[in-house]
C-alpha cells in the first residue's frame, strides 16, 4: 500500500489544522493507522492511532487537541489538529500496518507516508 500525506502548512498558534493520508494500491479498511511526528531534533513519536476495529490511542501530548478519524470508502485517514502550539512543529507522517495482534500503541508500521510539514509561529 502507498500512502500520501498531504495538508500541511504555516499557522498561527492556536488555528486548527486537518491533515490527509491517502492510500493507494489496496482497500484500506482493514489496516492500522497512525500519525507520528519528527520535530527538529527529536524522534519520531507516536501520536495517534487508529486499529482496523476501530480502537483509538492518542499521545498525552496531544489528546484532547489532536483527533485521528478514517474514511474506509476514501481509503483516507485524517488528523484533526486544533489549539496548536509552536511546539507541535514538525514534520508529520502517516503510517500503515497489515491488521494483527500488536496493540494500539505499537508503534512498528509497515508503510510509511512521505511527510507533510505543519509550522506552527507564536
Known amino acids: 500500500v502507498q500512502l500520501q500525506a498531504s495538508g500541511g502548512g504555516l499557522v498561527q498558534a492556536g488555528d486548527s489544522l486537518t491533515l490527509s493520508c491517502a492510500a493507494s494500491?489496496?482497500?484500506?479498511?482493514?489496516?492500522?493507522k497512525a500519525w507520528f511526528r519528527q520535530g527538529p531534533e527529536r524522534e519520531r513519536e507516536l501520536l495517534t492511532a487508529?486499529?482496523?476495529?476501530?480502537?483509538?490511542y492518542h499521545s498525552a501530548s496531544v489528546k484532547g487537541r489532536f483527533t485521528i478519524s478514517r474514511d474506509n470508502a476514501k481509503n483516507t485517514v485524517y488528523l484533526q489538529m486544533n489549539s496548536l502550539e509552536p511546539e507541535d512543529t514538525a514534520v508529520y507522517y502517516c503510517?500503515?500496518?497489515?491488521?494483527?495482534?500488536?496493540?494500539?500503541?505499537?508503534?512498528?508500521?509497515?508503510?510509511w507516508g512521505q511527510g507533510t510539514l505543519v509550522t506552527v509561529s507564536s
Open positions: 503510517a500503515a500496518r497489515t491488521q494483527g495482534l500488536r496493540v494500539v500503541t505499537d508503534p512498528v508500521y509497515e508503510y
Open positions: 494500491g489496496r482497500p484500506f479498511g482493514n489496516y492500522d
Open positions: 487508529i486499529t482496523w476495529r476501530g480502537i483509538t
